[in-house]
Nanobody, 120 residues
């Protein structure tokens, strides 16, 4: 069992910066990847950035070069450093943990979401 809690959202002017944080608890050794997703207008969640337990990263094209995902020891915390923010970055950002469950595969644990608003 893994739980994640994110924080760090807020309102910022275009061109500003925010840093989101996500803390994991529980069976941390079972985590295979953690990442950040933004809620879409239809209610789905789209990848922003992800980092695996092997250190590999992937980013959405829209944030590449502006956002950076990083992790601390034992996945605590993970960060999303958000620079050069644009109004199009506005949305609810969710932390996600991919969890291995023995030989049965993987499941996902989601945080509660944190609001990011970029406007003048």
């Amino acid at each position: 069992q893994v739980q994640v809690v994110e924080s760090g959202g807020g309102s910022v002017l275009p061109g500003g910066s925010l840093r989101l944080s996500c803390a994991a608890s529980g069976s941390i050794s079972t985590i295979t990847a953690m990442g950040w997703y933004r809620q879409s207008p239809g209610g789905g969640r789209d990848l922003v950035a992800v980092i695996t337990n092997e250190g590999r990263t992937n980013y959405a094209d829209s944030v590449l070069g502006r956002f950076t995902i990083s992790r601390g020891n034992a996945w605590n915390p993970i960060y999303l450093q958000m620079n050069s923010l644009k109004p199009g970055d506005t949305g609810v950002y969710y932390c996600n943990a991919e969890i291995k469950i023995g030989t049965r595969g993987t499941i996902n644990s989601w945080g509660q979401g944190t609001q990011v608003t970029v406007s003048s």
